[in-house]
């Protein structure tokens, strides 16, 4: 507000205000250690004109087809101005943050994660209370309260863990390290969790598709002669790999099922979270979730890959049919790895229901963390537990 107000005295139609605002600003700059809005507008006036200058291309626009516009109008500069700005903070506050070994973690999984939907509809409708709320804020900067906190508070005199007694017991321990949870099955919940909510989607979704006739593709292309206008065609739906039959069969390696790899493609003794295929064009896609900590999303997708490229090669170079792998990441506080977007997108499932599907996983997969959370000092745990979905 105070940038505006600067931005709109400097710009003003009165020339003794113009002058004013001079002179405070010339008085303003030589303040070294008292923050004023003068100082601030001047540095982003600066980068602006650089930036009108000099532009930049920074979408998937062709060069020179970006829109340019080296002179706009006063609010139109307002607003580049206020932009500006707000970046410059958000750079210090990135800075100041890679400072913090505790709170800066989310820096390790910034670009590899999609944060956590903090909007005020999907606090409302999303199935996120209070209790929940604070977990996963305290989750994103490491202050959930654990043994190695409470020993480094003075709490506790040690910061061992209750189930596995490993000497650090920290959040990430607790979450996603702990052989004890790991062998009690409270990690395959959460990722069955997660999971079945995956399959729910993918079912619904080849349903529809299975039902719709099967589209040939075109064979060529209406050239509009010289002179003549040519008919507005109705914009064409998204369409992905799976529009491509209309015969996709999927399986999932949830405990209802406990399927085998479909024998016709392949013989193989590997179970993939999610297995797709199609008869009619010979291709099986292969999904394959894992829930990890954010931290640790690059090194899980690595793992998984170094399992399941060889099942993938074996496909192509054995058989008739064309394998696709695809490794989606789910974390554990509730930040949805990039992948799960692309994957489903690249399925051919409409953005409007993806954008739910991420919403309902992060959510899935925060609950799930939070009832492990509150369980890490009992031994007790119902390994028939039902999987969380979000209509409970």
């Keep these: 507000m105070q940038l505006v107000k600067c931005e709109l005295l400097q710009n003003s139609t009165d020339s003794d205000i113009r002058e004013l605002y001079k002179s405070r600003a010339v008085r303003n700059a030589n303040l070294t250690r008292v923050w004023k809005a003068t100082k601030l507008l001047s540095e982003v006036e600066a980068e602006v004109d650089l930036n009108l200058k000099f532009p930049v291309q920074n979408s998937t626009l062709g060069i020179g087809f970006g829109k340019f516009n080296p002179k706009p109008t006063i609010s139109q500069r307002r607003k580049l101005i206020t932009s500006k700005a707000l970046s410059f903070s958000e750079q210090k506050r990135v800075a100041h943050s890679a400072t913090l070994k505790q709170q800066g973690s989310w820096l390790q999984w910034a670009e590899t994660a999609v944060p956590f939907d903090f909007s005020w509809k999907n606090l409302i409708w999303g199935g996120i209370n209070a209790d929940l709320f604070k977990f996963i804020l305290a989750s994103s900067v490491n202050w959930a309260r654990t043994p190695n906190l409470m020993k480094l508070w003075g709490w506790k005199k040690t910061a061992s863990c209750c189930l596995c007694s490993a ?3 920290t959040l990430h321990h607790i979450l996603s390290n702990c052989p004890f949870a790991l062998n009690n099955t409270r990690y395959t919940w959460r990722h069955d969790s997660v999971l079945f909510e995956i399959h729910r989607v993918l079912s619904n979704f080849i349903q529809e598709i299975n039902n719709l006739p099967l589209q040939k593709a075109r064979s060529h292309i209406s050239f ?15 369409k992905g790999f799976l529009h491509k039959a209309n015969d996709w069969k999927i399986l999932a390696d949830l405990k209802e099922f406990n399927y085998v790899f479909p024998p016709e493609i392949v013989p193989t003794s590997l ?7 199609s008869n009619q064009l010979k291709q099986v896609h292969i999904v394959e979730l894992t829930c990890p900590a ?17 099942l993938v090669e074996h496909i192509s170079s054995e058989s008739v049919w064309s394998a696709n792998l695809f490794t989606i990441m789910v974390g554990v506080r509730g930040f949805i790895g990039v992948s799960v977007h692309k994957t489903f997108r690249a399925f051919g499932i409409p953005q409007k229901i993806v954008s739910q599907l991420s919403r309902n996983l992060a959510t899935i997969a925060a609950r799930c ?14 390994k ?3 999987l969380i979905n979000v209509d409970q």
Excluded: F
């Design 384 to 386: 028939d537990r039902a």
């Design 224 to 238: 509009v002669p010289a002179g003549h206008v040519g008919v507005h065609k109705q914009k064409q739906l998204h």
């Design 294 to 310: 954010e931290e640790g999303m690059d090194s899980a997708q690595l793992r998984k890959e170094s399992k399941y490229l060889p």
């Design 271 to 277: 179970r993939p979270d999610i297995v797709i295929w």
């Design 167 to 169: 000497e650090n017991c």
């Design 369 to 382: 963390s939070y009832a492990i959370y509150l369980s890490a000092n009992s031994t007790n745990w119902d």
